[in-house]
T-cell receptor, first 112, second 112 residues
Framework: AQSVTQLGSHVSVSEGALVLLRCNYS??????LFWYVQYPNQGLQLLLK????ATLVKGINGFEAEFKKSETSFHLTKPSAHMSDAAEYFC??????????WGAGTKLIIKP | NAGVTQTPKFQVLKTGQSMTLQCAQD?????MSWYRQDPGMGLRLIHY???????DQGEVPNGYNVSRSTTEDFPLRLLSAAPSQTSVYFC???????????FGSGTRLTVV
């Protein structure tokens, strides 16, 4: 069965520090992987996606993620955190029926 | 483009009442889905559709009905509201398996 695990329900970093949000998946098909961001009281916005092209994927707002098949991981990073990055981040993997399986989410807290 | 439009944004229902959450997209997307989001549980799929006239159940379909008479619209009906259906509901659409989903801004539903 396919699943997505996000390590850490809350991650706290200082402004200007590296952001690393972890996502591990299991999938019986070649995976399509996604990261979404949700700001308070808003819908989800696509940050980036992996669809079997380049393993390093660049997204919006300076985020990127690297697909590592051997580790079944798709961790999200940003070199320097900004206060505006405070939000909840969700990792998701595509199912056979084109729907998505979602991780439980990680709230990113930025300390001044 | 308006994207995905959900109405209403907020709703309070009494137990046993019925209502329809509206969802419309103007991107000619074939795939549409309804999710509910509850604290600490991520997003859970209620129903989805892969095209006009085609719908299927997701993870948590009980108590909800959907129909897809047009490509643009995908309403979600609550048959007899229960307090357990208090949640934030999101509608999303996608152009296909390699694409991400575009989300609406959500409907916050409270059942008392």
């Amino acid at each position: 069965a396919q699943s997505v695990t996000q390590l850490g329900s809350h991650v706290s970093v200082s402004e200007g520090a590296l952001v690393l949000l972890r996502c591990n998946y299991s999938s019986s098909v070649p995976p399509y992987l996604f990261w979404y961001v949700q700001y308070p009281n808003q819908g989800l916005q696509l940050l980036l996606k992996y669809t079997s092209a380049a393993t390093l994927v660049k997204g919006i707002n300076g985020f990127e993620a690297e697909f590592k098949k051997s580790e079944t991981s798709f961790h999200l990073t940003k070199p320097s955190a900004h206060m505006s990055d405070a939000a909840e981040y969700f990792c998701a993997v595509r199912r056979r029926n084109y729907q998505l399986i979602w991780g439980a989410g990680t709230k990113l807290i930025i300390k001044p | 483009n308006a994207g995905v439009t959900q109405t209403p944004k907020f709703q309070v229902l009494k137990t046993g009442q019925s209502m329809t959450l509206q969802c419309a997209q103007d991107m000619n997307h074939e795939y549409m889905s309804w999710y509910r989001q509850d604290p600490g549980m991520g997003l859970r799929l209620i129903h989805y559709s892969v095209g006009a006239g085609i719908t299927d159940q997701g993870e948590v379909p009980n108590g909800y009905n959907v129909s897809r008479s047009t490509t643009e619209d995908f309403p979600l009906r609550l048959l007899s509201a229960a307090p357990s259906q208090t949640s934030v509901y999101f509608c999303a659409s996608s152009a296909g398996q390699g694409f991400g989903y575009t989300f609406g801004s959500g409907t916050r539903l409270t059942v008392v």
